[in-house]
């Protein structure tokens, strides 16, 4: 079976293509052998490829840039998605994407379901729903993974920031009232790899998807502030014996309308894994236990890739 994975060099694309190797052949394509902004170069080299499954984590996560790069985050989050789908449809492969939870406007007091209605309050948002409309009317055998919070030792996200930040300060203010569950980028891949191998013996991606197919909720358990998270890696990192000069009770909370950014977000981003869970019968693990995990492995990646905090 071959697989097809876009994104590769992005923070959960990296950790994608080496924890699936063993479902298939991963062929990982650079953006110069297929850029996302490219309709025809997209449709040729999926042509010449004929994957079994597409995996799709690339897009435009720049959320504030977004609001100015308006053309290319919708080529690259609602268009490319789109003719993906039609083109694994062509070819009769499964199709798998990753969303987000910015789709919400975060206006819900309680953890967002599936079925609940989407309202973006920014461009990047808006465009990653579009990707999933235009997935869901092309394709007939896809997962669309709604994700959010994201982090890993690979790439760029909060917690390498506050891991680099916690060694350059000794005051920060971080946000208090957005709420979320931080997941990590191998927690997503072993999830995805779990559902994949459910797939029964001689039975095609596209089959197997065709049987569970829609979107479904993807994130660590738990909940917790910016604020609050910020505070858990720094606590986390004295533990470890990192040279910080930033302690956690130095961290203050402040509302996010102190903190001026050109997208608006939403302020309660906990999604209900109750569907993923039940359909899957997957585990997912509490996001500070994750966290925990990442830190301790830091060290072992600061020296095996030259990574400066």
């Known amino acids: 079976m071959k697989i097809l994975l876009t994104g590769q060099t992005g923070q959960l694309g990296h950790i994608l293509a080496g924890d699936l190797q063993s479902l298939g ?28 499954l597409i995996i799709n984590p690339a897009a435009y ?36 994407h990753f969303s987000t939870d910015y789709i919400f406007d975060g206006l819900k007091m309680s953890p967002y379901i599936e079925l609940d209605q989407a309202c973006p309050l920014n461009i990047y948002g808006k465009t990653k729903f579009q990707g999933e409309q235009a997935i869901a009317s092309h394709s007939d055998a896809y997962w669309i993974f709604r994700i959010g919070w994201v982090y890993g030792a ?20 971080v946000v208090a009232d957005q709420i979320g569950a931080p997941t990590w980028t191998k ?14 013996e001689n039975m095609s991606f596209a089959t197997y998807m065709r049987t569970n197919t829609g979107s479904y909720h993807l994130t660590a358990n738990g909940e917790v502030s910016w604020h609050g998270y910020a505070q858990h890696i720094v606590s986390q ?12 009770d130095a961290i203050s909370a402040i509302a996010t309308a102190d903190y001026p950014a050109a997208a608006r977000r939403p302020s309660n981003s906990r999604l209900d894994t109750h569907k993923i869970r039940q359909t899957f019968n ?12 990442c830190l301790a492995e830091l060290p072992k990646f600061k020296q095996a890739e030259n990574y400066k905090f």
């Open 282 to 293: 997957i585990t997912l693990p509490l996001w500070h236990d994750t966290v925990d995990q």
């Open 187 to 200: 927690t997503i891949s072993q999830a995805l790899r779990q559902c994949l191998q459910q797939r029964p």
């Open 237 to 248: 990192l004295a533990l470890l014996g990192f040279p910080i000069k930033l302690a956690p």
């Open 25 to 52: 052949q991963v062929i990982c394509l650079s953006r110069a052998e297929m850029d996302l902004r490219q309709p025809d170069q997209i449709r040729s080299v999926v042509r010449a490829i004929r994957p079994d």
């Open 154 to 173: 690979h790439g760029n996200n909060f917690l390498k920031t506050i891991v680099r930040l916690a060694q350059e300060r000794q005051s920060l203010n």
């Open 61 to 96: 996560t720049a959320v504030d840039q977004a609001e100015i790069d308006v053309s290319v985050a919708t080529q690259i989050n609602t268009d490319a998605p789109r003719i993906l789908a039609q083109e694994a449809q062509a070819l009769d492969a499964g199709f798998v």
